[in-house]
């Protein structure tokens, strides 16, 4: 590592940038797909060619980045090839192109994060637990965006959404040669002995990473879908913009807390207590979002449905694998979450129109219910 001192403003402005690229992308992808007039089943197809690259090339870029050492140059590589191939959607707007960029473009950005949380976990050593003070920067980028965006799309035509893309990934761009490289430390914990399968064979570590899967295929209606549906329930663009933000909020604030909660918790509760309160979320997006007071609770609910969820996987990864494997392991988070969020948006996408919003909702209430029986059964109790 470059120094003893946190390079703490240098991590939290790439992920600043980084998940402000998700605000802009989560709530506003599928309505500008909509606008360029593409049906639902054509707009889940779309939307989960991104997730469904998360199954591929995470784990690509965390065997390269632990047999090469050298995550800080994929990092750098990825964010500018994300520019890069995004940037044809200048070109051409039909499917087949959208498809073939969707494609690209996430190829590259899905070699990015998991590779940077090895990073930080290196710059914070033993102070994993800050890991959420860090991270917590992203949620604000992501709600700068989607408020400013909510808002723009209320005066400008959605036909400006590529360019505020390309703006926003010159800046992970830019953020990402600002950082210093670290490594992470040998730890004599006994859980790098035997290699990365062997330490998916520990009691409990498929089971948690099914159960990944599981929570981001419950979220495909929410990032596919939500904003065509508020906006079709009469919500404005811009209150729905700010709707988004207020879970983001929910969820920073709950990263302020997750240190604690961790010392008194067991990751195997929290983990459950996120999945139960994702089941409760989906119902009452499903069939009370035209009750504001409902809509506002189920938003602050994102503070477990990602906060609680996403910090305790965080904690878990990292001190279930050894330095030689902490790629892997965040790549196999980041490869199952894409696993699950593609076959979540691609299920809405034809369930949609089928069997409608309800019934769409009824099916993720279920798989995060499913997560929430699997981790309080196979997952061992241990504290963060």
Not at 66 to 90: K, P, Y
Not at 105 to 133: G, K
Request: hydrophobic share 55%; proline share 3%; net charge positive.
């Amino acid at each position: 590592m470059t120094g003893s001192a946190l390079p703490y403003w240098r991590l939290s402005g790439f992920y600043l940038f980084y998940f402000a690229l998700l605000g802009a992308t989560a709530p506003f992808l599928g309505l500008y797909f909509a606008h360029l007039g593409f049906s639902p089943a054509r707009i889940g197809e779309l939307v989960a060619i991104p997730m469904l690259m998360r199954c591929v090339a995470p784990n690509l870029w965390g065997w390269l980045g632990d047999r090469s050492g050298r995550r800080l140059a994929i990092v750098r590589f990825g964010a500018l090839c994300t520019l890069c191939t995004f940037a044809l959607i200048f070109i051409d707007k039909s499917y087949a192109w959208l498809a073939m960029i969707m494609a690209l473009h996430a190829f590259f950005w899905h070699a990015v994060l998991p590779q940077f949380e090895v990073i930080t976990l290196a710059h914070l050593r033993e102070q994993a637990a800050r890991y959420s003070q860090i991270r917590l920067w992203g949620s604000i980028g992501f709600i700068l965006t989607v408020v400013g965006l909510g808002k723009a799309f209320e005066v400008f035509s959605l036909d400006v959404y590529p360019l505020a893309l390309v703006i926003i990934m010159a800046g992970i761009v830019a953020s990402s040669w600002w950082v210093p490289n670290a490594t992470p430390l040998a730890r004599d914990n006994g859980l790098q002995q035997g290699g990365f399968i062997a330490q998916l064979r520990q009691p409990g570590v498929l089971a948690f990473y099914l159960c990944v899967g599981l929570m981001q295929l419950s979220h495909g209606p929410y990032y596919t879908f939500q904003t065509i549906y508020l906006e079709a329930l009469g919500y404005p663009r811009g209150f729905i913009g700010q709707l988004w933000a207020l879970g983001v909020v929910a969820e920073v604030l709950m990263f302020l807390v997750m240190a604690r909660i961790l010392a008194r918790f067991s990751v195997r509760q929290v983990l459950a207590a996120s999945f139960l309160l994702a089941a409760l979320r989906w119902l009452l997006l499903g069939h009370f979002a035209d009750n504001l007071a409902v809509l506002l609770f189920a938003q602050v609910l994102h503070a477990a449905t990602f906060g609680s969820f996403h910090a305790a996987a965080i904690h878990f990864v990292q001190r279930q694998f050894g330095p030689q494997q902490q790629g892997q392991g965040q790549a196999l988070y980041a490869a199952l979450a894409g696993t699950g969020g593609a076959l979540g948006a691609l299920y809405s996408g034809y369930s949609w129109t089928s069997l409608g919003a309800s019934w769409t909702f009824v099916i993720a209430s279920l798989a995060a219910m499913a997560a929430a029986v699997i981790i309080a059964t196979q997952l061992k109790e241990e504290r963060a």
